[in-house]
């Protein structure tokens, strides 16, 4: 008896082998905007590996970095239309067109991107197939948060921003630095040196990996180490491609669509933030500080009105406001993400 069930065992495994070998095999083109340097980029390696062994060799993705298929605000419609399968969005950069993600860009929400990223992508597949309803999500995820890096003065309370120039990082951050009597100045990040010595901004929003990777440490002084804001970012892949593959390799790719795999690509870029701060920090003529609870609560009183304002275009898109929000903070703190 036990050797007629090993060998039903063993048949049934060889007939699985022998259905997977026989996938027919596929290429996936994943485009980016990042250099072929940039931590997304060399974990989707890692990542596309894995995927091909999964897949006894028969899925396989082909990187294409520095926006040789495309520029950054493309990329989205690149997925919809065909032109790489597989993406890096960033939905910042279509601003009103994806606003329901856009919740993730409000001020003082997330303690950092290992924790948060998972509750991001938890809540955010519930409503990708409406919002992004012409391409396949697989990831969702942010940076480490970005906060103020001036040269002149430190940025404490929301007071403090009327009448100076900065360099956002996203339409959101534009949006609350105007509110906030100041101006938004919108340059590529790798202008922004320059812009920052010549005193065009005062200060730039960024994350820390910023003051090195474009050594905008060099130009800068007073740096704020509370979480100030993220920007959040999708993998999206082509609904025809999807489509198209076989059963097996649908399941390799759903189980690289996890958080587990969020977890590992999000753990390794925080990595080259914080190597950033043990540099920068101890340096003695920077300035790191960090605002208080009371200071934190002036922000957030502060930026009601742009919470107001996504709510609104949310509703205009025919989502429940007050529910998507909830369901976000439930996310985030189920995942210790939340910034309380």
Request: hydrophobic share 40%; proline share 5%; charged share 20%.
């Amino acid at each position: 008896m036990k050797r007629a069930i090993a060998a039903a065992a063993g048949a049934l495994a060889l007939a699985a082998f022998a259905a997977q070998a026989q996938d027919k095999p596929v290429t996936l083109k994943f485009s980016y905007w990042v250099p072929p340097k940039h931590s997304l980029v060399v974990s989707t390696y890692g990542w596309a590996e894995s995927l091909a062994k999964a897949t006894n060799g028969t899925l396989k993705v082909q990187i294409f970095p520095s926006n040789q298929l495309g520029k950054g605000p493309d990329h989205y419609d690149m997925a919809k239309d065909g032109i790489a399968d597989f993406v890096l969005v960033n939905p910042g950069y279509t601003p009103g067109r994806f606003p329901v993600i856009a919740a993730a860009e409000q001020p003082f929400l997330t303690t950092g991107t290992i924790n948060g990223s998972p509750g991001f992508q938890e809540w955010y597949l519930k409503y990708a197939p409406k919002e992004m309803k012409e391409v396949w999500t697989c990831l969702v995820f942010t940076h480490e948060p970005g906060t103020f890096h001036m040269r002149g003065k430190k940025v404490e309370v929301p007071g403090d921003i009327k009448g100076l120039k900065i360099r956002t990082g996203n339409a959101t951050s534009s949006r609350f630095i105007g509110m906030l009597g100041g101006s938004s100045v919108a340059v590529e990040i790798t202008e922004a040196r320059e812009t920052l010595a010549r005193g065009i901004v005062d200060g730039i929003m960024v994350p820390w990996e910023g003051l090195t990777v474009f050594r905008l440490a060099d130009v800068t002084k007073f740096h704020m180490e509370n979480p100030l804001y993220v920007s959040i970012f999708t993998w999206n892949l082509n609904r025809k491609a999807y489509d198209g593959l076989s059963a097996a390799q649908k399941k390799a790719l759903d189980q690289h669509c996890g958080l587990d795999w969020t977890k590992k690509i999000v753990t390794a870029w925080a990595a080259r933030d914080h190597d950033a701060i043990q540099k920068v920090k101890p340096l003695s003529d920077h300035v790191a500080y960090t605002i208080n609870a009371q200071q934190v609560a002036q922000w957030r009183k502060a930026a009601e009105p742009l919470r107001k304002q996504w709510a609104d275009e949310v509703t205009k898109a025919g989502y429940n406001a007050d529910q998507v929000w909830s369901e976000l903070v439930a996310a985030l703190k189920k995942h210790n993400g939340l910034y309380q």
